[in-house]
């Protein structure tokens, strides 16, 4: 298990704006978010390697002998946000939809972002990579994440700094998926 550096840097910029329950809130919905791969992992006959915590997430790092196949890596991908969502439609269904609600809804719908570090960017991926349409679906999604980065800009400036997290979390996503491509 390795922790970055950017992850304590992210929990810092966390503390200095949000409530200590909301914090909470936030640490639980991602811990069952990774629960949830963990599981469709084992379920899969996976097993775990390493695992890698920064401030762009975890990364769950699997053996090279034990692979899974190719619908086990999707089946592995969507169960995090998929934990995310069933626990959200459980809290909807007996009337809660208080923040924790909201934070897993938020977690489900982020992590499936077309950005690599993320569940929608690698499942994207996978589905692309070795494809006819691969380079097509790339200058696609390029085009969708610059779109997010503008939009992001776009909540700064009407909504105040308040916003500024989406900005820096768009161009954080942005940087890292350029650094992959090298």
Do not use: W
Request: glycine share 10%.
């Amino acid at each position: 298990m390795r922790i970055h550096f950017s992850f304590l840097v992210f929990n810092a910029l966390i503390f200095l704006m949000r409530s200590s329950g909301l914090i909470l809130s936030f640490y639980a919905v991602c811990l069952l978010h990774e629960a949830g791969h963990l599981i469709a992992l084992k379920l899969t006959g996976g097993s775990i390697r390493s695992v890698d915590i920064s401030g762009a997430g975890i990364v769950i790092g699997t053996r090279k002998g034990g692979s899974i196949s190719d619908k086990s890596r999707l089946f592995v991908l969507l169960s995090g946000p998929a934990a995310n969502i069933l626990l959200y439609l459980l809290l909807s269904i007996y009337g809660y939809h208080g923040s924790f609600a909201q934070l897993t809804l938020v977690a489900a719908v982020y992590n499936m972002l077309p950005y690599r570090s993320l569940d929608g960017g690698a499942i994207i991926s996978q589905l692309a990579v070795g494809t006819v349409c691969e380079r097509a679906v790339m200058h696609i999604l390029n085009t969708v994440k610059l779109l997010l980065i503008v939009i992001s800009a776009a909540t700064v400036y009407f909504f105040g700094r308040e916003a500024f997290p989406l900005l820096a979390v768009s161009l954080a996503l942005f940087a890292g998926d350029i650094t992959d491509l090298r």
